[in-house]
């Protein structure tokens, strides 16, 4: 299990250079000990911050650094070896079967000499991680929202096992979905070591699995302990509403 | 995987046994022993071979078949990248107006050698620099910054209205010889280019398929949403312009040589797909070989429909007959199979 981290230096973003800046001079060190969620109002630029960390947004000012290297020093293939991405809203439809669109991760290790039998397996061991062996014929389109969301985490993690970044990876799903969606990324953090960061609204999800909190508020991006940051008066200023809370077997719960 | 390589093997027997029949079919009978011999330059089948039949063979079919099967894969092939890359369904080769800009072109070429010469342009070159233009206006829109899919179909179809706002202007200047475009336009394989530039239009097909066949796995990527692709490690812009001015320059090719063939790039990339599901790897080889299977068809009916029937001497006009047997087949296949887009 290596570490893996980010190290943020004075991060800054602003959409062009008339514009006011959407987060100024953040200083964030993430490493990969538990879920790390992104928390924060709607407009505060959780996902802007996640698609910097992925390496898809590139005119920022600062420093991102990657495992102690500039992260647009990377090469395309070599940051998609790195990192691998789940976007918000897997409710599309892709033409292809569970099996395939997993595959499709593999495509930073391809090239026209390799033999597709070592893709394959890489293939074939995302598919048994996110339990998905009995449906990896079926054709995408068909899935429920909970199957299509594990394909694409499946297709993510035969990517990368480095680092995977989920933006809203719970957001459409029932709740038991959703329960089951961060238990397994609970398990890649913990077992495989997968460094997961995501960004969520379920502040009660993220206060049941995440580890450590980021989360942006006043035009800033801060870190913070979950233990810290899960009080009412936290929660109350940075989403602006009154909250109430009770501890549930050493967790806490919020009400709003 | 191995049902749809057997597939395709049966799809390219099929292919060549139509080619074989295709070399029967005109006004003059030449048995298939003799056919096969001819090609082959071998006495088999037959005891002695006809000089005529062989100039028949060679000189006139033998190029209007490879036209039109070359066509038809060229065709079909730009249909399916064009519908993957503009993720439309309803995308074919001339969605982005190239064919319009190659009819500007043929119909100017030939307008001003009916107002100011006596003698015929050749519609080639001005069909080619048509289509070119418009995918130079096309990709001087893709080069300066990123466009969305949507804004990029909006300006083809503009460049479709605005080309064919200055055909129809001409249409109606050139009045009765207005006859002439209107033909070019329905496409037509009866005026085969001699066999060395269809060697190089073949050629030409064969680069950009082996190009996009090696580029398959990528061409899959592109079905997921453009930051997934470019968080794969595609650089998408890049890629997408790259299969567009690939494909829009063999669609130019083939309308400037036999004009706008429509239907084909529509709807054999679906076919493909029902057949033999959504990888780019069985998609290219099968909308390939389905595409010239359709184009070889239509032309033989083509060239022998009216001749049997009226002996009038004109063609159907091949757009006619790929509609007329395309749209019937591909509604029945449509309503079979409910899951195809």
């Given at each position: ?147 299509k969301q594990k394909t694409m985490i499946a297709r993510a993690l035969c990517q990368s096992q480095n680092v995977i970044l989920l933006d ?89 | ?341």
């Amino acid at each position: 299990m290596s570490l893996k981290s980010y190290n943020i230096k004075d991060l800054s973003f602003r959409w062009n250079r008339k514009a006011d800046y959407l987060f100024k001079g953040a200083n964030i060190v993430i490493k990969n000990t538990g879920i790390v969620a992104i928390l924060g109002r709607n407009g505060s630029g959780k996902t802007t911050f996640l698609k910097i960390l992925a390496g898809l947004k590139r005119d920022y000012e600062g420093e991102v650094f990657l495992d102690g290297r500039d992260i647009r020093s990377y090469g395309r293939l070599d940051l998609a070896k790195k990192i691998s991405f789940v976007e918000q809203n897997a409710n599309y439809n892709i033409p292809l079967s569970v099996w395939d669109i997993v595959n499709l991760g593999n495509y930073p290790y391809s090239n026209i000499y390799k033999e597709d039998k070592q893709l394959s397996r890489r293939t074939d061991d995302a598919i048994k991680l996110l339990e998905l062996d009995e449906i990896s014929d079926k054709p995408f389109t068909n899935l429920s929202g909970g199957e299509k969301q594990k394909t694409m985490i499946a297709r993510a993690l035969c990517q990368s096992q480095n680092v995977i970044l989920l933006d809203e990876p719970t957001s459409s799903l029932d709740i038991n979905n959703r329960v089951e969606i961060m238990k397994i990324l609970e398990k890649l953090s913990v077992e495989k070591g997968v460094l997961v960061v995501i960004v969520s609204h379920d502040i009660n999800l993220v206060s049941k699995y995440a580890s450590s909190i980021i989360y942006a508020s006043d035009k800033t991006i801060y870190q913070s302990d979950k233990e810290e940051f899960m009080t009412d008066e936290k929660i109350s200023s940075v989403f602006n509403i009154k909250t109430y809370s009770s501890v549930f077997n050493g967790k806490r719960i919020f009400y709003f | 995987m191995k049902k749809n390589f057997i597939v395709s093997i049966v799809l390219l027997l099929i292919l060549s046994a139509l080619i074989v029949i295709s070399f029967g079919i005109g006004s003059k009978f030449i048995n298939i022993g003799e056919i096969i011999d001819i090609i082959l330059n071998k006495q088999i089948f037959s005891s002695e071979i006809n000089p005529i039949n062989k100039k028949i063979i060679l000189q006139i079919r033998l190029p209007r078949i490879l036209f039109s099967v070359i066509a038809g894969m060229s065709l079909s092939i730009s249909g399916l990248i064009y519908q993957t890359i503009l993720k439309n369904p309803l995308a074919e080769p001339f969605t982005l107006g190239v064919s319009s800009g190659a009819t500007l072109g043929a119909a100017i070429a030939i307008f001003i050698s009916d107002y100011f010469l006596k003698y015929r342009f050749p519609i080639f070159p001005f069909a080619f620099i048509g289509g070119c233009s418009t995918l130079l206006i096309l990709s001087i829109v893709l080069l300066k910054r990123n466009v969305s899919l949507f804004t990029l179909i909006f300006i083809g179809i503009s460049l479709s209205y605005f080309f064919n706002a200055f055909l129809t202007l001409l249409l109606s200047m050139l009045g009765n010889r207005s006859y002439e475009v209107l033909l070019w336009m329905f496409g037509s394989f009866s005026n085969p280019p001699r066999i060395p530039v269809l060697l190089l239009y073949f050629l030409g097909f064969l680069a950009v398929f082996i190009i996009l066949y090696l580029s398959n796995r990528k061409l899959d990527i592109l079905y997921l949403s453009d930051e997934l692709a470019e968080s794969s490690g595609i650089n998408i812009n890049f890629e997408r312009n790259l299969y567009l001015a690939l494909t829009s320059a063999i669609t130019i090719v083939t309308v400037s040589l036999c004009g706008v063939i429509g239907f084909v790039g529509l709807i054999i990339p679906h076919l493909s797909r029902l057949l033999f599901g959504s990888k780019h790897r069985d998609l290219l080889v099968s909308s390939a070989l389905l595409g010239a299977i359709l184009l070889l068809v239509s032309d033989d009916l083509a060239r022998s429909l009216l001749s049997v029937a009226l002996d009038y001497g004109k063609e159907i006009p091949i757009g006619v007959i790929t509609s007329l047997l395309g749209a019937p087949f591909f509604i029945y296949f449509l309503i079979k199979n409910r899951t195809v887009v």
